[in-house]
């Protein structure tokens, strides 16, 4: 559902743009600074894109599966350098929060002991912001960057009392695209943005749970994948 909303936003950034009435505008000269800084909190669906092994698919093994998705939560602080007057280089380093469900089926049954893996992410995205045309107090703009991200809560060893079979990887680096629209405010300017990102590291640690190798054995490889809606107060 998430998702989907986001989509949805994505689609309207057009239209919110081509609204807008002659109006005056705010002064925007914190925006007009080479540097300049802000904050960010958010909302994020953390996801998996998981390829199932040969072994799984071909045999009755385990298949793996992402559940629904659940909310989570992003916090940065916003660096903000205008090199020219259409982009700016932005650095936004803090911290996301969330959680991500595996359900494994066997003979499309669901097996007990599904695997809930939580990760609280410092991340360092590093992005470029491509601005449009400034309407009235509206500008809409495109984000892209790249963004190392380390999961202070993945496990260097199994813990048997948790039940959780499966271990990722700290590491992982990420690419971004999205879009968004400055509302420039009398006092600051707000940044509405929708974004997605995509892990490029396969964060599996294959090496499998004693006693319990068929959770691992299961899966070839799983990249991270994750939605982002921001709020960027400048």
């Given amino acids: 559902m998430l998702k989907k909303t986001f989509i949805i936003l994505f689609l309207l950034i057009p239209l919110l743009a081509s609204a807008q009435k002659q109006k005056p505008k705010n002064d925007s000269s914190y925006d007009d600074r080479p540097l300049h800084f802000g904050f960010s909190i958010g909302l994020n669906t953390m996801d998996f894109k998981i390829k199932p092994s040969q072994f799984s698919v071909n045999t009755d093994s385990l298949f793996p599966e992402v559940a629904v998705l659940n909310p989570g939560v992003n916090i940065q602080v916003v660096i903000n350098y205008?090199?020219?007057?259409?982009?700016?280089?932005?650095?936004?380093?803090?911290?996301?929060?969330?959680?991500?469900?595996?359900?494994?089926?066997?003979?499309?049954?669901?097996?007990?002991?599904?695997?809930?893996?939580?990760s609280s992410f410092l991340e360092f995205p590093l992005m470029l912001k491509f601005k449009g045309m400034r309407l009235n107090n509206v500008r809409p703009y495109l984000i892209s960057g790249l963004n190392f991200k380390y999961d202070l809560a993945g496990k260097k060893e199994y813990d048997d009392a948790t039940n959780i079979y499966l271990r990722l990887r700290r590491a992982d680096l990420y690419y971004d695209i999205g879009a968004g629209m400055d509302f420039y405010?009398?006092?600051?300017?707000l940044s509405i943005e929708v974004?997605?990102?995509?892990?490029?590291?396969?964060?599996?640690?294959?090496?499998?749970?004693?006693?319990?190798?068929e959770y691992c054995n299961a899966i070839e490889s799983l990249r991270s994948q994750m939605w982002v809606l921001a709020f960027h107060f400048e």
């Fill in 185 to 189: 405010l009398p006092e600051f300017k």
């Fill in 82 to 118: 205008r090199p020219a007057n259409f982009f700016d280089l932005r650095f936004l380093p803090g911290v996301s929060l969330g959680q991500r469900t595996i359900n494994f089926y066997k003979n499309k049954t669901l097996v007990n002991g599904n695997q809930k893996l939580e």
């Fill in 195 to 213: 974004k997605m990102e995509n892990g490029i590291r396969d964060v599996l640690v294959h090496s499998p749970a004693p006693g319990h190798p």
